[in-house]
C-alpha cells in the first residue's frame, strides 16, 4: 500500500458523497486505503455516508462521538494507522467539501518521489478557492506557465486533462499547502508530530512551519487539480462573527507561536 488517503466529516452526507465519487473513480494507479473519521455525525448522516463508504475495497472507519475540529478528526486518523503500523510511504489529507480529479494523487506522488526533499505537496485548485492554491496565483506564482484562459465552467476532468498535458512534471514552490488536499510524506509525520489541535484557523500554516523546521520543502505540483468548495462545511457550522473570531485568534497564535500571519484559512 502506497498511501493512506484521511477524510474527515460531519454530518454533510451529500457533500461527503460526492468527496467519495470523486476519490473511487479518480485515484487510480495508486494502492491506497480510505481512512474515514466521522467527527460526531448524528446517526442518519453516519448511515447514509456508510454506504458511499462501503464501495472502497480498502477501507477503515472511525467513529468519534463528538466534533473534534478538522485537526482533531485528522489525528483520529493519524493514530489510528500508526496503531495499525502503515506501510504507507505517504499520508494524503482530504477535506470533504474537496472532489479531486484524474490522475490528482498518482500525479502528486511521481512528484514527490522526485524531489526527496519536499515534505509536504498541494495542487491547484478551483477559482473558489481564492488563496494560494486558486489556479490563478499558482500560474503567476509559476511564471504564468502556460496558464489557462479560464477555468470556469469547465469539467473537472477537462481541468486535469490539461493541466497533465501542459504542466507535466511542472511543480512550484510555496510557503504553506493548504489541508483541503495535501500529501505529506509517512517519515514527515514522524519527525514532526501530528497536527496542533488548539487552532481552528492556521493549522496547515502551523504545521507547514514546523515541516520547514525539521528541513523539508513545500510545493504545488501544477499538473494536479482538485475542485474545493471551500467553506462548504464549515459555514455551515459557525455563522460569520464566529468565523471572524476564530480566524483571529488563528492570526494570533500564529504570532505568536511562530511570528507568523495567517494567510489562507
Known amino acids: 500500500m502506497d498511501t493512506e488517503i484521511i477524510v474527515v466529516g460531519v454530518d454533510h452526507t451529500e ?15 495508486v494502492d491506497y486505503r480510505l481512512v474515514w473519521v466521522d467527527n460526531g455525525s448524528i446517526k442518519d448522516h453516519r448511515q447514509k455516508t456508510a454506504k458511499a463508504f462501503a464501495d472502497f475495497p480498502n477501507r477503515l472507519s472511525v467513529w468519534v462521538g463528538r466534533n473534534l475540529g478538522f485537526a482533531g478528526g485528522v489525528n483520529v486518523g493519524l493514530r489510528a494507522i500508526q496503531a495499525m503500523r502503515s506501510p504507507a510511504k505517504f499520508v494524503a489529507i482530504v477535506h470533504n467539501d474537496t472532489m479531486v480529479s484524474p490522475g ?46 479560464h ?21 512550484c514552490k510555496t510557503d504553506v499547502v493548504g489541508f483541503f488536499c495535501a500529501l505529506i510524506r509517512m517519515e514527515v ?67 505568536t507561536k511562530h511570528g507568523m500571519s495567517e494567510k489562507s484559512g
Open 15 to 29: 457533500l461527503t458523497g460526492k468527496c467519495f465519487h470523486s476519490l473511487l473513480a479518480y485515484t487510480t494507479e
Open 151 to 171: 477555468f470556469g465552467g469547465v469539467a473537472i476532468e477537462s481541468k486535469s486533462s490539461f493541466l497533465g498535458s501542459a504542466h507535466k512534471g511542472h511543480t
Open 189 to 255: 509525520i514522524e519527525k514532526v508530530g501530528l497536527l496542533d489541535e488548539t487552532f481552528d484557523f492556521g493549522v496547515d500554516e502551523d504545521y507547514c512551519f514546523r515541516v520547514s523546521q525539521a528541513g523539508y520543502d513545500k510545493m504545488i505540483v501544477l499538473s494536479a487539480y482538485a475542485d474545493h468548495l471551500r467553506g462548504a462545511t464549515f459555514g455551515t457550522l459557525f455563522d460569520e462573527m464566529a468565523i471572524s473570531e476564530m480566524l483571529e485568534r488563528g492570526t494570533e497564535k500564529l504570532k
Open 104 to 149: 490528482w494523487l498518482s500525479r502528486m506522488m511521481l512528484a514527490m518521489k522526485g524531489n526527496p526533499k519536499v515534505g509536504i505537496a498541494g495542487l491547484v485548485s478551483s477559482e473558489e478557492n481564492a488563496d494560494m492554491h486558486s489556479w490563478k496565483e499558482v500560474f503567476r506564482l509559476a511564471g504564468g506557465k502556460a496558464m489557462p484562459n
